[in-house]
C-alpha cells in the first residue's frame, strides 16, 4: 500500500477560491488581514456544519449517563452587550497585551517588549526592549556568544513564528522556549451613538459564551429548565488577534458553536467526561478520521486560573502535521462565571433545588467551545483528496451530510429535450436537497467541477433518459455510473443522503 499524498496548504486555498468556499476579504482593495467571505459553497458547507451542530445539541441531544435525553435550550444574544460584561469575564483590565510564556524559565512578557537580536542567521538573543548596551553584552556573555552592536534587531512581534525556535528567550539557557504571543484583551473597541467619548466604547464580543452566562438567569426564569441543562449559541466571534494565520485556522472574526452546562458542583467531573467524549464523537461523524484528531490535556501550567481542567480536540491539519491544532476545547469552568456576573451585577445567580429549598449553589459550569469556521477548515482539509486519475487531480470527499451540493443535474446537451428534462429534475429535486444545475460546458469539465465541490452524485440526461425515462448516476468517489430511471432519482438520493 502505497502512503497517501500529502494535501499542500497552498492547493487547498486554490481550490477554495477558484471553487467559491473561500475568498479573501475585501480582496479587490488588497485585503485585510485576518477576516476571510465565505462564497456560496462555503457557506452551504458552513451552514451544513453549524446546523448539525444544532441538531446534535439542541434539537437531539445525547442521552446522559442516567440514561435520561439531557435538555439544552439555544440562545442568540447581542454581539454587543454592556461593557461591564467584559469586565466581569476578565477580558477588559486584566489581561490587555499580546504575551509569550517562556517554557523554560515559566516567565511571561510582553511580546510587544521584547527584541530580538540576530546574532547569526541560527542564533537570536531575546533581551528587553529597554535593556541598556551594558545589559545586553553581559547577556550575551552569559550565553558565550559574541556580541556586535551592528547586528539587526527586531521587534518580537514582527519575529515569523516559524523562526521562534532559534530565538533564546530573555532569561532562558536554550533557544525555542517562548511560546507563540496571545493577546488576552482582544477584544475589538466600538463607539455607541452619535458622539464617540470614552463613555460610549463598547466591544465586540471575543466570545459567545459571556452571552449565555449573562442570560442564565433570563432562561432559568422563563425556560422552565432544570439543573442540569445546558445554553447553547452559534455566532460570530471577534479578536483581535496578534499573528493571524493559516487560513482561516486563526482569524480575528469566526465564529464559535458554544455549549455551557449547568450541573450540580458534585457531579461535574462526570459531566466533564461525558461531554469530552460525546464531542469526540461529534467530530467523527461529520467526517474527520479518528486518526487525525487527538485529545491533549492542558497542562497545569497552561490552565487559566479558575478552570479546574480542559481538554482540547485537536485535528492533524496540513499545516500542523505531524503536530495538531485546536479545533474545540472542552473546560471544567467551576463557577467562576456566574460568580463574576453575580459580584459584578449584584443579580443573585444562585439555584434553588425544586426538591429542597435548602439547597442552594451556583451551578458549575462545563463549556464545550468550539470553532465552526475552523472545523470548517477541518472538513476541508480532510475531504480534499488528491487522485491523479481523474481529470480534475483531485476531489472534495464531504460526508453526505456536509457537501454544499448534495447532487448535480447535467443536461447532455444544452438545446433540445436535455435541458427541459434536466430542469423539470431540478424543480423537483430541489424541495428536498440542495442542487445544482449545470447545463453548459463539455460533461468532463462539468463532472470534474463536481468532484472539486465534492458533490456526492451527478445524474446526467441524454439521449437515453428521452428513450426510456433512464438516467445515468456517477458516484463522486468510485466514478462508477448506473442507470435509474428518472421516476426513481428522488428516492435513491433520499435513501443515500439521509440514509
Ligand atoms: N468560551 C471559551 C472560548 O472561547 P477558546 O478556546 O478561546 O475558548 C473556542 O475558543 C474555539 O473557538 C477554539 O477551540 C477555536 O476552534 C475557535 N477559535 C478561537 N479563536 C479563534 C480564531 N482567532 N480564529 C478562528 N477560530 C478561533
Not at 488588497?30 to 445539541?57: H, Q, S, V
Not at 537580536?117 to 535593556?131: F, P, T, Y
Not at 486518526?291 to 480536540?313: C, M, P, Q
Request: hydrophobic share 35%; with cysteine; aromatic share 12%.
Amino acid at each position: 500500500m502505497t502512503d497517501a499524498p500529502v494535501k499542500d496548504m497552498k492547493d487547498i486555498v486554490a481550490l477554495c477560491k477558484r471553487r467559491g468556499f473561500i475568498f479573501q476579504a475585501s480582496e479587490i482593495y488588497g485585503g485585510i488581514n485576518g477576516f476571510w467571505d465565505y462564497g456560496p459553497l462555503g457557506t452551504e458547507l458552513k451552514n451544513n456544519l453549524r446546523d448539525a451542530w444544532w441538531r446534535d445539541m439542541v434539537l437531539c441531544p445525547p442521552i446522559g449517563p442516567d440514561g435520561q435525553p439531557v435538555e439544552i435550550v439555544g440562545l442568540d444574544s447581542a454581539i454587543i452587550q454592556n461593557p461591564q460584561v467584559w469586565v466581569a469575564s476578565g477580558h477588559v483590565g486584566g489581561f490587555s497585551d499580546p504575551m509569550v510564556d517562556c517554557k523554560e524559565t515559566k516567565k511571561r512578557y510582553r511580546a510587544d517588549h521584547l527584541n530580538v537580536i540576530k546574532a547569526s542567521d541560527a542564533q537570536w538573543v531575546a533581551v528587553n526592549e529597554g535593556n541598556e548596551q551594558e545589559e545586553v553584552e553581559k547577556r550575551f556573555k552569559k550565553l558565550n556568544i559574541k556580541y556586535d552592536a551592528s547586528y539587526a534587531t527586531v521587534s518580537l512581534v514582527d519575529v515569523d513564528l516559524k523562526d521562534y525556535s532559534k530565538i533564546i528567550g530573555p532569561d532562558a539557557k536554550e533557544a525555542g522556549s517562548l511560546t507563540e504571543p496571545k493577546a488576552f484583551n482582544l477584544l475589538f473597541e466600538t463607539k455607541i451613538g452619535a458622539v464617540a467619548s470614552e463613555d460610549s466604547t463598547a466591544y465586540l464580543r471575543g466570545e459567545t459564551a459571556q452571552g449565555i452566562f449573562i442570560n442564565y438567569k433570563n432562561i432559568l426564569d422563563s425556560a422552565r429548565v432544570k439543573v442540569p441543562f445546558g445554553i447553547a449559541q452559534v455566532g460570530k466571534a471577534f479578536r483581535n488577534e496578534v499573528n493571524p494565520r493559516n487560513f482561516i485556522f486563526r482569524s480575528r472574526e469566526f465564529e464559535q458553536m458554544e455549549m455551557e452546562w449547568f450541573c450540580p458542583p458534585e457531579d461535574a467531573p462526570q459531566w466533564f467526561e461525558f461531554w469530552k467524549e460525546e464531542r469526540r464523537k461529534w467530530w467523527k461523524s461529520v467526517g474527520l478520521s479518528d486518526n487525525d484528531v487527538i485529545f491533549r490535556e492542558h497542562d497545569a501550567d497552561e490552565l487559566v486560573f479558575y478552570s479546574k481542567g480542559t481538554f482540547d480536540i485537536e485535528y492533524r491539519f496540513p499545516f500542523t502535521a505531524p503536530g495538531y491544532g485546536e479545533l474545540e476545547g472542552i473546560a471544567y469552568r467551576g463557577n467562576y462565571d456566574l460568580t463574576q456576573h453575580q459580584e459584578h451585577s449584584g443579580t443573585k445567580m444562585e439555584y434553588i433545588d425544586p426538591m429542597d429549598n435548602k439547597n442552594r449553589y451556583i451551578p458549575h459550569v462545563i463549556e464545550p467551545a468550539a470553532g465552526l469556521t475552523r472545523g470548517v477548515l477541518a472538513i476541508l482539509c480532510e475531504a480534499y483528496t488528491v487522485d491523479p486519475s481523474r481529470p480534475s487531480g483531485v476531489y472534495m470527499n464531504f460526508t453526505p451530510a456536509m457537501a454544499p451540493k448534495k447532487a448535480a443535474i447535467l443536461p447532455l446537451t444544452a438545446k433540445g429535450e436535455h435541458p427541459e428534462i434536466a430542469t423539470k429534475l431540478y424543480l423537483e429535486l430541489r424541495q428536498h436537497f440542495a442542487i445544482d444545475l449545470d447545463i453548459k460546458q463539455n460533461i468532463g469539465k462539468r463532472y470534474a467541477r463536481q468532484d472539486e465541490i465534492g458533490t456526492p452524485y451527478c445524474f446526467t440526461i441524454d439521449d437515453e433518459t428521452v428513450e426510456n425515462g433512464t438516467v445515468t448516476v456517477r458516484e463522486r468517489n468510485t466514478m462508477a455510473q448506473e442507470r435509474i430511471h428518472l421516476d426513481k432519482v428522488l428516492a435513491f438520493l433520499q435513501e443515500k443522503i439521509n440514509g
